[in-house]
């Protein structure tokens, strides 16, 4: 029921990268490829290449560690994501990039914390007032 429908000859890059759902249209995939941000065996790639089994793709998504991953079938058909799953596997250090990275993500410092300038929050805002009612001034 899940199974892909395989093709035994050589399929496009950003159709396979459609069908195998990393990317929701071929347009965008044709941008991201286009963007050098998809590479085939460690070469910069153009949509139109023929993709194999046993090729190795990285792909980059801006803020992400890269994802390496082994094709490991080929189809022009996009099916379920259980089916597609089954045309590639990720390797084990694309893997541990992403956990580090999410580990990473997950112990990070608060962002409003990291902010020295800018816009006054609530607190600051109540701690000017504070200062500007109990200071003295000269005229008075």
Same mark, same amino acid.
């Given at each position: 029921? =899940?199974? #892909?429908?395989?093709?035994? /000859?050589?399929?496009?890059? +950003?159709?396979?990268?459609?069908? &195998?759902?990393?990317?929701?249209?071929?347009?965008?995939?044709? +941008?991201?490829? =286009?963007? =050098?941000?998809?590479?085939? =065996?460690?070469?910069? &790639?153009?949509?139109?290449?023929?993709?194999?089994?046993?090729?190795?793709?990285? %792909?980059?998504?801006?803020? @992400? #560690?890269?994802?390496?991953?082994?094709? %490991?079938?080929?189809?022009?058909?996009?099916?379920?994501?259980?089916?597609?799953?089954? %045309?590639?596997? +990720?390797?084990?250090?694309? @893997?541990?990039?992403?956990?580090?990275?999410?580990? /990473?993500?997950?112990?990070?410092?608060?962002?409003?914390?990291?902010?020295? /300038?800018?816009?006054?929050?609530?607190?600051?805002?109540?701690?000017?007032?504070?200062?500007?009612?109990?200071?003295?001034?000269?005229?008075?």
């Amino acid at each position: 029921m =899940n199974e #892909p429908k395989l093709c035994e /000859h050589p399929v496009r890059l +950003d159709k396979w990268l459609w069908a &195998a759902r990393f990317f929701k249209t071929r347009a965008v995939a044709v +941008d991201a490829i =286009n963007k =050098n941000r998809v590479e085939v =065996n460690g070469q910069a &790639a153009k949509p139109a290449k023929d993709l194999r089994v046993g090729d190795r793709l990285t %792909l980059r998504e801006p803020g @992400l #560690p890269a994802r390496e991953i082994q094709v %490991l079938g080929l189809s022009e058909i996009r099916g379920p994501a259980p089916a597609a799953q089954q %045309l590639y596997e +990720d390797t084990a250090e694309s @893997l541990a990039a992403r956990e580090a990275a999410r580990e /990473h993500r997950r112990q990070g410092v608060e962002p409003a914390q990291a902010i020295e /300038h800018g816009r006054p929050t609530k607190r600051d805002r109540r701690q000017l007032a504070d200062w500007n009612r109990w200071s003295a001034s000269v005229d008075e």
